[in-house]
């Protein structure tokens, strides 16, 4: 999928000077070598200079399984994005704090995604599936990421946040602000229209929560929303009052809820059109779907890195990580590694034991929506 992008020969290049936080590696899908070489000659590698600033880089799965069990080490405050937070929005959320503050907010939000909970999505989902897919167009080409892959997505979310179903593209819309500025990850967001699109989240909720503040018992009766499940904590029935914490608790949702399952959706068109083979597989044995959710989100990892920093001065498989150092899990460099996964470069939906990848994380921050994002993917595939 390399669109003319001319890639430096990795193994033509001094070690000290890979830098795979370049943004272009994904933008033209030439990752590949850059991580074989590093997993193979320096799996746990320092990069002295880059747009992030200094940072290691783990990138075999094993070393990445013990990085992320390991708040006491390595820790995910301040920020879990390789680069540094903007003063100007200097947001808190839970995935960016440890125990025990971590565990207190993190409660409060997870029973939205409790078992019963999803069982009782599980009708609604679907019906918007099929209302989706019986929409598109037949006979001719149509952008399955914005028909598809965002939308549902986008539905997904209005309903996790009780929020109006007619403006759920809003979400989708904050979120990709979010995610995409360039001292985050190296994306292109305009600065300015970062801190417009994230202050107007941060009002609309003020408002949502208000409202929701003022409602009697009879009327949260059975609703089970995101606001309503953090007001009734007490560990975060005043959150709205600590603004940049409530904004960075919202984002996270956000980004958890959308980015990641709309890239999985994404992806796995890509990877069945990319695999024909194992697109008659599915044909033949629709049974495979479960599984196949698993395979697409290690084959696609939806989130491609997730940083740390060290507490103190800790070594680690022979290199020393000093105090204060940035250390970035590469998953999508775990998710391909020979030496814990067979054939882990290839596609494949029978693949045994598909649900060994590192895509949702470990530790006390492993992905709390894992479920849901495999349910959405697996109805999506079913219908």
Not at 310 to 339: C, P, Q
Request: hydrophobic share 40%.
């Amino acid at each position: 999928m390399n669109l003319n992008y001319d890639v430096p020969d990795p193994y033509a290049m001094r070690l000290e000077d890979i830098d795979v936080s370049n943004p272009d590696l994904y933008k033209f899908d030439a990752w590949r070598p850059y991580f074989d070489r590093l997993r193979k000659e320096d799996p746990v590698h320092y990069r002295v200079e880059s747009p992030f600033g200094p940072f290691w880089s783990i990138t075999r799965f094993e070393d990445i399984v013990e990085i992320d069990s390991n708040y006491k080490d390595f820790s995910s405050e301040p920020a879990i994005v390789i680069g540094d937070l903007i003063d100007e929005l200097p947001i808190e959320m839970f995935i960016a704090m440890d125990p025990p503050k971590h565990d207190m907010q993190r409660k409060a939000a997870q029973p939205v995604v409790a078992p019963q909970n999803l069982v009782a999505m599980e009708a609604l989902i679907r019906s918007r599936v099929v209302e989706i897919l019986d929409g598109l167009p037949i006979g001719e080409t149509f952008d399955w990421v914005d028909k598809v892959s965002i939308e549902l997505t986008a539905q997904m979310l209005a309903t996790l946040f009780d929020f109006p179903i007619e403006e759920c593209r809003k979400l989708t819309y904050w979120s990709d602000l979010a995610a995409g500025s360039p001292e985050v990850a190296g994306g292109s967001v305009d600065q300015s229209e970062r801190i417009a699109g994230l202050t107007d989240c941060l009002h609309t909720f003020m408002a949502i929560w208000n409202v929701r503040k003022s409602e009697d018992r009879s009327q949260r009766a059975g609703v089970l929303d995101l606001i309503r499940l953090l007001q009734e904590d007490p560990h975060t029935e005043d959150l709205v009052d600590r603004p940049m914490e409530f904004l960075g608790n919202l984002i996270l949702l956000i980004v958890g809820g959308n980015d990641t399952t709309r890239n999985s959706i994404s992806g796995g068109v890509l990877a069945l059109n990319q695999n024909p083979k194992e697109y008659e597989k599915l044909r033949n044995n629709p049974e495979l779907i479960p599984n196949m959710v698993s395979e697409i989100i290690r084959w696609q990892t939806p989130l491609m890195h997730m940083r740390r920093t060290a507490t103190r001065d800790v070594e680690f498989k022979g290199k020393l990580i000093r105090k204060g150092e940035k250390v970035v899990m590469w998953y999508l460099s775990g998710n391909h590694d020979e030496s814990a996964i067979k054939n882990a470069n290839e596609f494949l939906i029978d693949r045994p034991n598909a649900r060994h990848h590192v895509s949702f994380g470990f530790g006390v921050h492993r992905c709390m929506g894992n479920r849901l994002a495999e349910m959405q993917l697996t109805i999506l595939w079913e219908e």
